[in-house]
């Protein structure tokens, strides 16, 4: 953690300039932005001619209140500020907030500014409440709004600016080492949770989930014209109301200490505004007193990087009853630990605006915006990336759409005309268990059931009842025998056209078997 003579220097001495870059014609997007750190980000980004900047809140009327105050402040036009409800603790306000936020023209700049350090108990998002909200519900609303601010560099072509107000104390945090298979889980128990720890733990999971994001969504080798950039930042001490929790004398001397050393929240807000400002050479990093600084050792550890951001996301899958993640954002994230880091994805979910699918096959296949897949948990990775080979590459240059709900006919690369939809949805499955088998010899035919029920489980009852009777008949066998043999011609699907369909499948040799994805 910083020493006490850095922290004093920062506290006393540090210089911190009044921001100046520009956020002309751009939308920006604060969290808590209607008190304290976040109130003064906002009257500093109006100052400096921003086109719309959103105050997320969770109480209306507060926030209504702090609209008229920057506006006398700032002199601004009145269309400029919007109040939106915001409860990061809420999934069901988190997805109208993002519902609300998807229909904007634009969005430029997410401050993730919202945040708290509670020392009452209490369990949210199935873990203790400083967790829930710092991480999980803080996260639950960016992952969802990173395919907007991409959206807005594309069309734009701009660079927009995702970041996350942290803490230099997430070098002081106590890690726990006997938290077994999941941290968040593990705090459900008070026995677990220690208060004075609790906040610094959060920072460094957000550390954690910013440094391992940023490999993900345009990592420093993407080849995106217009990438944006993420980024975490120290706003200093400052006077916040930030452990108004704290009762007796802890808050006496904290208060006494305060007042003998934090900064206020308008200079701590200027170093927010500069995050917000920054550009790719910030992307992944975290900034203090305006600068990037190294990351302390703690934060190194990518192992733990890894593994903490792919219980995050569990948790926020888990949670996730409202459908959030079907933009698929989360794909990437999923994808990409799973592959770098050989760790299993327990679900992914892969949706028109995943930028790995983009990535990985722009140059091999045609991108389908309606490709949609859900996998259950414990696919392998090897059923997986056999699963994306089948979609995206081999002799299929035109696609392949797997629907979640089927609400029109699917067609594959050979155009069956004639296939009502329930076989239109069969012969996919069929497809995809085939393909599966060739693939991955490691691949049982019951995880390819697994996965094929699971899909006609989001179906319509009336091919989801004539899927399971065709498919459970059809992979009571192993599926791996079809991988032993090239006499296929006894093959029957009951169609001419499936015949052909998997025929085709089975014999396509133009992607190497042995190609890593």
């Given at each position: ?7 004093f ?5 540090a ?15 604060v ?15 109006v100052?400096?001619?921003?086109n ?13 209140v ?14 400029i500020?919007e ?5 990061i603790?809420?999934?069901q ?5 993002v519902e609300r ?13 919202a945040?708290?350090s509670a ?8 873990t203790?409440?400083?967790?829930a909200?710092?991480n999980?519900g803080t ?5 969802q ?6 959206e ?25 080492e006997n ?14 949770v ?9 920072k ?19 080849t995106n014209?217009?990438?944006?950039v993420?980024?975490a930042?120290?706003p ?5 109301d930030?452990g ?7 808050k ?32 992944g990093?975290?900034?203090r007193?305006?600068?990037v600084?190294e ?6 550890d ?23 993640f079907e933009?698929g ?14 760790i ?17 096959f722009?140059?091999k ?21 056999a ?6 590459c081999?002799?299929?240059p035109?696609?392949?759409t ?12 050979f155009?069956?005309?004639a ?5 239109n ?7 995809v ?9 490691e691949?049982h035919a ?5 996965w094929?029920?699971?899909?006609l ?11 399971v ?13 079809y ?15 499936l015949?052909k ?17």
């Amino acid at each position: 953690m910083p020493t006490a003579r850095d922290f004093f220097y920062t506290q006393y001495f540090a210089k911190i300039p009044k921001p100046a870059a520009s956020f002309a014609d751009k939308t920006v997007i604060v969290t808590g932005g209607n008190r304290g750190l976040g109130k003064e980000t906002v009257k500093h980004i109006v100052r400096l001619a921003a086109n719309k900047v959103i105050i997320g809140c969770r109480n209306e009327p507060h926030g209504q209140v702090a609209k008229r105050e920057i506006e006398a402040i700032t002199k601004c036009k009145p269309d400029i500020l919007e109040i939106w409800e915001l409860d990061i603790e809420s999934p069901q306000s988190i997805r109208s907030f993002v519902e609300r936020a998807n229909q904007l023209s634009r969005l430029d700049v997410l401050i993730n500014n919202a945040g708290i350090s509670a020392f009452n108990f209490k369990v949210v998002y199935d873990t203790e409440r400083t967790l829930a909200v710092n991480n999980i519900g803080t996260f639950l609303l960016a992952f969802q709004l990173i395919p907007k601010l991409k959206e807005t560099a594309r069309r734009y072509q701009v660079t927009p600016v995702m970041t996350t107000v942290a803490s230099a104390l997430y070098d002081a945090a106590k890690y726990p080492e006997n938290h077994g298979d999941d941290l968040f889980g593990w705090f459900k128990d008070q026995s677990h949770v220690n208060k004075f720890n609790q906040y610094n733990l959060s920072k460094l999971l957000q550390i954690y989930t910013i440094r391992k994001l940023a490999t993900i969504v345009d990592p420093p080798t993407t080849t995106n014209a217009h990438p944006i950039v993420i980024n975490a930042m120290d706003p200093m001490f400052c006077k916040s109301d930030l452990g108004s929790e704290v009762k007796g004398a802890i808050k006496v001397a904290g208060g006494v200490f305060r007042s003998l050393t934090a900064r206020s929240t308008e200079e701590g807000s200027r170093l927010i505004v500069k995050a917000a400002s920054a550009g790719r050479e910030t992307h992944g990093l975290y900034m203090r007193t305006g600068a990037v600084q190294e990351y302390a050792a703690v934060a190194k550890d990518e192992k733990r990087a890894t593994w903490i951001t792919h219980i995050l996301f569990e948790h926020i899958i888990k949670h996730d009853r409202l459908k959030l993640f079907e933009s698929g954002a989360i794909a990437d994230v999923t994808l990409r630990i799973a592959e770098k880091d050989e760790i299993l994805a327990h679900r992914a979910i892969l949706g028109p605006e995943s930028e790995v699918l983009r990535e990985l096959f722009s140059q091999k296949s045609h991108y389908d915006e309606h490709f949609f897949i859900l996998l259950p948990p414990d696919t392998s990775m090897k059923a997986l990336k056999a699963l994306v080979r089948f979609c995206y590459c081999g002799d299929y240059p035109g696609t392949a759409t797997l629907l979640a709900t089927v609400k029109e006919k699917a067609e594959l690369h050979f155009q069956v005309h004639a296939l009502a939809k329930t076989y239109n949805i069969i012969s996919l499955c069929r497809h995809v268990a085939v393909r599966i088998a060739r693939d991955c010899k490691e691949c049982h035919a019951h995880e390819v059931l697994d996965w094929v029920k699971h899909l006609l489980d989001h179906t319509e009852a009336s091919i989801r009842k004539a899927g399971v009777e065709i498919l459970d008949d059809y992979l009571k066998q192993d599926a791996r025998s079809y991988t032993s043999s090239d006499d296929f011609v006894d093959i029957n699907m009951g169609d001419p056209d499936l015949n052909k369909l998997l025929l085709s499948a089975i014999y396509s040799r133009a992607h190497d078997d042995g190609a890593d994805i």
